[in-house]
C-alpha cells in the first residue's frame, strides 16, 4: 500500500535552514506528481509545492516562492523540502503527498513532520 | 490569494445529515469543477474524500457527497456517525497552476 513517511523537521532559530525528506514506497514513485503541504499550531491546511513526475517542473505558494526549493531524486524514492530564510511563521507541521494533475488533488498524505522556527 | 470560506464548526446527530459549505470566488471555484475535500483526525494524516468536486475515490463511504453551486461547493454526509468526528478542508484549482484550502470545519457529532 502507499506508504509516505515524512522526516527531517525538528528545532531552528529564524533565518536558518532545514531540509525535509519524505520516503516513499508502495507505488511507482517516478511516475507521480507529488507536494507539500503544512499546517501551522491551530491553523488550517496550507498548500506549498509540488513537482512534476516527468522533468521535475515546480510550481509554488507565494508564501515560498523563493525561500523553499522542492525536488525529487525517484531513483532513491524520495521528495525533499529545501527550507531556507526559515520565519516564525513557518512553524508547522510539514505533509508530503501524492498529487493527481487530473483531478487537482491530493491523493495520499504522510503523517507529517514538525517544525519549529524559534525567534 | 485569501483562503476559501468555511464555516469554523458544524454539529449533527448520529443519522442525520450535515453539509459543510466551501466559498470561493469566481476565479476558483466558480470557474473549475476540481474542488477536493479532506477528513482530517488530529494526529493523523489527512484523508481524501471528494475529488473534482462530487466523486468519491475508492473506500469512501458513499456517505460522503459533494456538489457545487456558483462560487460556493458543499460537502455532505448523511447518517451521521461517531468517526466522522473530524476536521474537513476544502481546496481549489486557482487557475494558475496553484491551488488554495479553505480554513476548515470541525465537525462535532453529538
Known amino acids: 500500500q502507499v506508504r509516505l513517511v515524512e522526516s527531517g523537521g525538528g528545532l531552528v532559530k529564524a533565518g536558518g535552514s532545514l531540509r525535509l525528506s519524505c520516503a516513499a514506497s508502495?507505488?511507482?514513485?517516478?511516475?507521480?506528481?507529488m507536494t507539500w503541504i503544512r499546517q501551522a499550531p491551530g491553523k488550517g491546511l496550507e498548500w506549498l509545492s509540488y513537482?512534476?513526475?516527468?522533468?521535475?517542473?515546480?510550481y509554488y505558494a507565494d508564501s515560498v516562492r523563493g525561500r523553499f526549493t522542492t525536488s525529487r531524486d525517484n531513483a532513491k524514492n524520495s521528495l525533499y523540502l529545501q527550507m531556507n530564510s526559515l520565519r516564525a511563521e513557518d512553524t508547522a507541521v510539514y505533509y508530503c503527498?501524492?498529487?493527481?494533475?487530473?483531478?487537482?488533488?491530493?491523493?495520499?498524505w504522510g503523517q507529517g513532520t514538525l517544525v519549529t522556527v524559534s525567534s | 490569494q485569501s483562503a476559501l470560506t468555511q464555516p469554523a464548526s458544524v454539529s449533527g446527530s448520529p443519522g442525520e445529515s450535515i453539509t459543510i459549505s466551501c466559498t470561493g470566488t469566481?476565479?476558483?471555484?466558480?470557474?473549475?469543477?476540481?474542488v477536493s475535500w479532506y477528513q482530517h483526525h488530529p494526529g493523523k494524516a489527512p484523508k481524501l474524500m471528494i475529488y473534482?468536486?462530487?466523486k468519491r475515490p475508492s473506500g469512501v463511504s458513499n456517505r460522503f457527497s459533494g456538489s457545487k453551486s456558483g462560487n460556493t461547493a458543499s460537502l455532505t454526509i448523511s447518517g451521521l456517525q461517531a468517526e466522522d468526528e473530524a476536521d474537513y478542508y476544502c481546496?481549489?484549482?486557482?487557475?494558475?497552476?496553484?491551488?488554495?484550502f479553505g480554513g476548515g470545519t470541525k465537525l462535532t457529532v453529538l
Open positions: 503527498a501524492t498529487f493527481s494533475s487530473s483531478g487537482w488533488c491530493f491523493d495520499y
Open positions: 508502495g507505488f511507482t514513485f517516478s511516475d507521480y506528481y
Open positions: 513537482i512534476s513526475s516527468g522533468d521535475s517542473t515546480t
Open positions: 469566481s476565479s476558483d471555484i466558480g470557474t473549475y469543477n476540481l
Open positions: 473534482e468536486g462530487s
Open positions: 481546496c481549489s484549482y486557482t487557475g494558475s497552476s496553484t491551488l488554495i
